[in-house]
C-alpha cells in the first residue's frame, strides 16, 4: 500500500495487476484492508437506535379515490337513465316511421299553358327550323321589294346595298351590316345576326308554351290565305308559299336565289343546329338579354321550389325521428 500526496493530503491507493489478460474477460478484484490503516476517531461515531413503531395516518388515498368515484357513479346513473327514456321515446314514435311519405319535390316553371310567344316572320321560321338559306332568301327578297338592297348576281351570289332606312328591323340591319363592298356576305356577321334572333326569341318565347307556339305557326305557315298573317310587315302569301314548297308565280326566282345562300347556311343549317353550337351556348351567356330573361326566372323559380321542399322534408324527418 502506498499512499498519494495531493495538497498536502495522503490518499489510499492500491495498485492490481493481471498478465495476459484475455478479450472481454472479467476481472472480479475482492480485497480487504485491515483497519489499522485508518483513523475512525476523526470521522465520529453514530448511534444506531431501535426503530419506533409508527403511529396511525390518516389514509387520504382513500379519501381522493372516493372524492372522484362517487359524481362518476352519480353522472353514470344519470346517463343510463337519459339512455333509455330516449329509447322508450323512440319505441313509442315507431308508428311514425312506418307511417311517414317523404314529399315529393314539385318544380315551379313560369311557363304558362297554352301561352303562344309573338314572333315576326323571320323569328318564327327560325323557331319553326326551316333552313337558314331559305330563310335568308326571304329576307333578302324582302329587303329588294322595300328598294334597300339589290341582287346583282345570283351565281355567284351578290348584293349591292342601295340605303339604309331607320324603319328596318334589328335581323334586317345585322344582315346588311354582313353584306360585303364586293357584294357577298360576311359569315361571321350571319352568325351574329343568328345570335340576335335566338336572343330575342328567347325573351319573347321564356313563359310561353312551346308546343302551343310551334302549332300555332305552323298552322299559320301551312293556310296562309285563310287567316291574317303572322306579321303585317312581311304580308306577301308568296313568302309562306316558298317556305312551305308550294308551287307559285316567282318560284324559280326565290330558288336560285336560295341556292346562292346555301353556302353560307352550310356553318349554320338550322336553328337547332346553331342552338347546340359553341356559337349559341356562348351567346347564351354572354349577353344579358337571355341571362335575365331566362337565368333569372329559373333560378327563382328552382330555388324556391327546392328550398320549401327540402326544407319540410328535413323538417319532419328530424322532428318525427322516422329518419335521419
Not at 1 to 25: A, C, M, P, S, W
Not at 187 to 215: F, P
Not at 257 to 282: N, T
Request: hydrophobic share 35%.
Amino acid at each position: 500500500y502506498y499512499g498519494q500526496e495531493y495538497q498536502g493530503e495522503y490518499y489510499f491507493t492500491v495498485r492490481i495487476h493481471k498478465d495476459n489478460l484475455r478479450t472481454k474477460e472479467k476481472m472480479l478484484i475482492q480485497q480487504y484492508v485491515p483497519a489499522q490503516y485508518f483513523e475512525t476517531e476523526k470521522f465520529g461515531k453514530i448511534d444506531i437506535q431501535p426503530e419506533k413503531e409508527r403511529k396511525f395516518a390518516f389514509p387520504y388515498q382513500i379519501l381522493y379515490m372516493v372524492l372522484y368515484v362517487i359524481p362518476y357513479l352519480f353522472y353514470s346513473n344519470k346517463k343510463a337513465r337519459d339512455t333509455e327514456g330516449a329509447y322508450s321515446d323512440v319505441a313509442s314514435l315507431r308508428w311514425l316511421k312506418d307511417d311517414w311519405v317523404p314529399p315529393k319535390i314539385q318544380i315551379a316553371t313560369f311557363r304558362k299553358s297554352g301561352k303562344v310567344a309573338k314572333l315576326d316572320l323571320i323569328e318564327a321560321a327560325f323557331f319553326l327550323d326551316y333552313p337558314v338559306n331559305k330563310i335568308l332568301t326571304i329576307l333578302a327578297s324582302k329587303l329588294e321589294e322595300s328598294g334597300v338592297i339589290q341582287v346583282t348576281a345570283r351565281d355567284p351570289l351578290k348584293i349591292k346595298v342601295l340605303q339604309k332606312t331607320t324603319n328596318l328591323r334589328y335581323h334586317e340591319s345585322a344582315f346588311l351590316d354582313a353584306i360585303k363592298t364586293d357584294g357577298s356576305m360576311n359569315d361571321a356577321a350571319l352568325k351574329s345576326m343568328i345570335n340576335q334572333v335566338v336572343e330575342k326569341v328567347s325573351v319573347q318565347a321564356w313563359d310561353c308554351d312551346l308546343a302551343a307556339t310551334k302549332a300555332y305557326y305552323t298552322e299559320k305557315f301551312g293556310a296562309p290565305s285563310s287567316e291574317k298573317p303572322v306579321d303585317k310587315e312581311y304580308n306577301k302569301g308568296e313568302y309562306y308559299d316558298y317556305l312551305m314548297d308550294r308551287e307559285f308565280q316567282r318560284r324559280r326566282y326565290y330558288s336560285d336565289m336560295e341556292k346562292g345562300f346555301v353556302v353560307y347556311g352550310e356553318s349554320i343549317r338550322s336553328y337547332s343546329a346553331f342552338v347546340r353550337s359553341d356559337a349559341c351556348h356562348s351567346a347564351c351567356y354572354v349577353h344579358t338579354a337571355c341571362h335575365d330573361a331566362c337565368h333569372s326566372a329559373c333560378h327563382s323559380a328552382c330555388h324556391s321550389a327546392c328550398h320549401s321542399a327540402c326544407h319540410s322534408a328535413c323538417h319532419s324527418a328530424c322532428v318525427s325521428g322516422g329518419a335521419h
